[in-house]
């Protein structure tokens, strides 16, 4: 996984060192050789760099070079998210939701999805249980809310629900014409989508 020089994390390593371990991995996974990237992404993450952390949280969750585990995915999961790595609060949070690797709790899942979503994680800012009314009182406005600031980023399922909510009155003043609008940016994403396979070539053509 390429380095995220975004992260933000208590790492004891310098920029260069962890650069050069996260080079390594790469290689590492791209050979299929995932349990040196494992090590690779170990030697840092014990130091306290969240992306390296996050990695193995995945890393465990697939069982990708080791053996599936949910309690040492969750608990890397967890350091990540110490450390404000929004990716890693958001897979917290699913973890909380589901009780995967760790008991039921979705008023923990609600406080990770929020830290997540306040730094700007799509994924958090769609979660659904505002929605729903899991964990929390049903609660439209809020939804709406949260699911506008994911739409603003392009994430294609909140603009549906929120041009859903906008069609209903939903949470928001009925309005069709900003429904419309939220349906027009998905339709525009999937032929612009069709228009790029069609004109770019294939990596096998590239190649």
């Known amino acids: ?15 260069n ?25 170990r030697s840092v993450a014990d130091k ?10 995945v890393s465990y969750m697939l069982g990708t070079g080791v053996e599936k585990d949910w309690d040492e995915a969750t608990r890397w999961f967890r350091l990540a998210a ?15 939701e589901n009780g995967d690797g760790i008991e039921q709790n979705l008023n923990e899942a609600i406080r990770w999805y929020r ?12 979660t659904s249980l505002y929605f ?6 049903e609660d439209y406005k809020q939804a ?13 399922p909140a603009q549906y629900k929120l041009g859903s ?13 900003q429904a419309a609008k939220l349906f027009g940016r998905i339709l525009d994403t999937i032929f612009l989508c069709e228009e790029c396979q069609d004109n770019h070539p294939s990596v096998d053509d590239a190649a």
């Open 17 to 41: 060192e962890v650069d050069k371990v996260f080079n390594e991995a790469r290689i590492a996974t791209e050979r299929g050789d995932h349990q040196t990237a494992l090590a690779l992404w």
């Open 1 to 15: 996984m390429k380095r995220n020089r975004n992260s933000t994390s208590t790492s004891q390593v310098t920029d």
């Open 165 to 177: 909510m906008f069609a209903n009155g939903l949470g928001v003043s009925c309005d069709y014409k």
């Open 48 to 57: 306290g760099d969240a992306q390296a952390q996050y990695n193995l949280g």
């Open 132 to 137: 729903q009314g899991r964990g929390v009182a």
């Open 115 to 126: 830290l997540a979503a306040n730094q700007g994680d799509q994924n958090a800012q769609y």
């Open 144 to 156: 709406a809310r949260w699911f506008q600031l994911a739409a603003d980023n392009g994430h294609e």
């Open 82 to 96: 110490e450390n404000r790595y929004p990716t890693a609060q958001f897979n917290l949070g699913v973890s909380y």
